[in-house]
């Protein structure tokens, strides 16, 4: 079962682009973001848009992805052109699944090419394909290095067998330390992603994990807490009694744990959930999503944002190559956001990051005497840093607050009265 998409509004043929939006696109960054969505298996708590298959019959699967997402950029070329949005290099590319490297590694860096020569690509750019440990050789690496890729993520999730086996996950956790070598050698930067608040996990085991990630040195680490969402096959786990979610006191503990570890072994925090060893490594990628910056989405499901209009598209791998291969928009519907909306999903998102959200911005949603207040109380509390507040104006997490992210949050949306 896959999420169930956002209704919006239809979404025309042609793909074209509100003028209000368009005109605001050349101060914007512009990045792609690639949807590969097969998998070798189902993870129990995937919530995202893929399929253990790799044949939908009619000319549709695994075989043909490469040039139905071909299909889609050159049709995203010509929209951005007819639209009059700036087409402009690409600030960073990621492909994410699924398992993108299900594709042959020589297809990956055919659709990154074909990219390339529509749009460029901006001198320092970051492109990013995740990986499953189990899903790639050193040549396949070397491909990668060599076709323009900058970075890989691999999903080590945890380092302990049993926890891997309640996530479904099917990787083996020796193969993780093999990959991150053979990446480096190729000359790609190196993220894991790890997962912690697993039913029935430790917190001696999520240290295990953090200890085991860190020792492979990679160039960034994310550590997410697990969300189940309804409908998949671990939700159904929970709700019938096979398992149960740890406590809020242990997922506390368990953050504090990451910040702990991490930071003892060189890494800093720069969003709530990821960690880099320099501020070279953090991921450009991300950055641009939690500055609402403009990507578009290629493949099946994926959203796309643009300067204030966003959509997403089908979801099921038929219908998408259908409309792609008779050029036509595969998107399901689309929004374009009112000012109250952009003014929640900038406070929400930027709250997240290290460098926090600009003081100034506040005042114009709450007035300066009612901001005061807020500012205050949350200070006092302990939530936001005091120091950046005073001397940068800018409201910064502290370390109480990223465990309490939700309440500063609230506390700072604007009133929906």
């Given amino acids: 079962m896959t999420p169930a998409q956002p209704l919006g509004n239809p979404a025309p043929a042609n793909g074209r682009i509100p003028a209000a939006s368009a005109r605001l696109t050349p101060e914007r960054d512009f ?5 590969v969505p097969f998998c070798s298996v189902r993870c129990g708590y995937c919530d995202f848009n893929t399929y253990a298959v790799d044949d939908f019959g009619n000319g549709v699967g695994l075989a043909q992805y490469a040039d139905d997402a071909v299909a889609e950029l050159d049709f995203a070329h010509r929209v951005m052109q007819e639209s009059g949005v700036a087409v402009r290099p690409m600030y960073s590319v990621f492909f994410g699944g699924g398992t993108p490297t299900k594709l042959p590694a020589k297809e ?8 390339i020569s529509l749009f460029g690509l901006e001198e320092g750019a970051e492109v990013t394909t995740e990986a499953n440990p189990d899903s790639v050789t050193a040549e396949d690496l070397k491909i990668l290095a060599q076709g323009g890729f900058t970075r890989v993520s691999f999903g080590m999730q945890s380092a302990v067998p049993e926890v891997l086996a309640v996530l479904d996950r099917t990787h083996t956790p020796s193969n993780v330390p093999k ?10 930067q190196v993220s894991v992603d790890l997962i912690y608040g697993t039913p029935g996990e430790t917190l001696d085991q999520w240290r295990q994990s953090l200890s085991a990630a860190v020792s492979y040195r ?12 309804e409908g998949t096959k671990l939700w159904a786990q929970i709700r019938r ?53 403009d990507w578009w989405g290629i493949g099946p499901g994926a959203h796309s944002h643009m300067a204030g209009t966003r959509w997403w598209n089908v979801k099921h791998p038929v219908a998408y190559a259908g409309r792609v291969r008779e050029n036509l928009s595969p998107a399901a519907a689309r929004e374009v956001l009112p000012a109250q909306t952009q003014d929640f999903e900038k406070i929400m998102l930027e709250l997240r990051i290290l460098e926090g959200l600009e003081r100034d911005y506040l005042e114009k949603v709450h007035g300066a005497r009612e901001l005061d207040a807020k500012l205050t109380w949350l200070v006092n509390q302990g939530l936001i840093d005091a120091e950046s507040l005073a001397e940068h104006r800018r409201v910064r997490l502290t370390l109480r607050g990223r465990l309490l992210g939700d309440a500063v949050t609230r506390e700072l949306l604007p009133d929906t009265d």
């Avoid at 990956?108 to 990219?115: D, M, P, T």
């Avoid at 953050?255 to 925090?269: C, H, P, T, V």
């Fill in 31 to 35: 990045s792609l973001y690639v949807h």
């Fill in 218 to 229: 990679p160039d960034h680490i994310s550590a997410y807490s697990l969300i189940v969402e």
């Fill in 108 to 115: 990956l860096v055919k659709i990154l090419q074909h990219a």
């Fill in 241 to 293: 009694g096979d398992y149960s979610m740890p406590d809020d006191d242990l997922m506390a503990d368990m953050y504090l744990a990451a910040d702990e570890i991490l930071s003892e072994a060189g890494y800093s925090w720069y969003e709530v959930s990821n960690f880099s060893s320099s501020p070279e490594t953090r991921s450009k990628h991300n950055l641009a999503y939690w500055h609402n910056q």
């Fill in 179 to 188: 990959v991150v070598d053979w990446a480096k050698e190729a000359g790609l």
